[in-house]
């Protein structure tokens, strides 16, 4: 049974960086395409950034430039590094497939606020 897992959320100034984490347990985690998504409030789930199987990163223009996906495969992890982060970053990041195909987690909340 497929589990992924967040982590890393919390509480920051507008400017400031986080790091997420996502385990995936369950699943062959090095052959799969994996991505990040959030909610925010009043808003649809969108899709923000995805890794390949290979290693190559896409992102959304909302994210671009300030954001870093990233995976490691021995530990069956996709990260996120979110720099300067803005007010409108506020949401519940989940990763899952770029499709969100997999089981969803929990989430972990970004609240971006001075």
């Known amino acids: 049974q497929v589990q992924l897992v967040e982590s890393g959320g919390g509480l920051v100034q507008p400017g400031g960086s986080l790091r997420l984490s996502c385990v995936a347990r369950?699943?062959?985690?090095?052959?799969?395409?994996m991505a990040w998504h959030r909610q925010g409030p009043g808003n649809q789930r969108e899709l923000i950034a995805w890794?390949?199987?290979?290693?190559?990163?896409t992102y959304a223009d909302s994210v671009k430039g300030r954001f870093t996906i990233s995976r490691d495969n021995a530990k069956n992890t996709v990260y996120l590094q979110m720099n300067t982060l803005k007010p409108e970053d506020t949401a519940v990041y989940y990763c899952?497939?770029?499709?969100?195909?997999?089981?969803w987690g929990q989430g972990t909340q970004v609240t971006v606020s001075s």
């Open positions: 369950g699943m062959i985690f090095g052959i799969s395409h």
């Open positions: 899952n497939k770029y499709r969100g195909t997999l089981p």
């Open positions: 890794i390949t199987a290979g290693g190559s990163e």
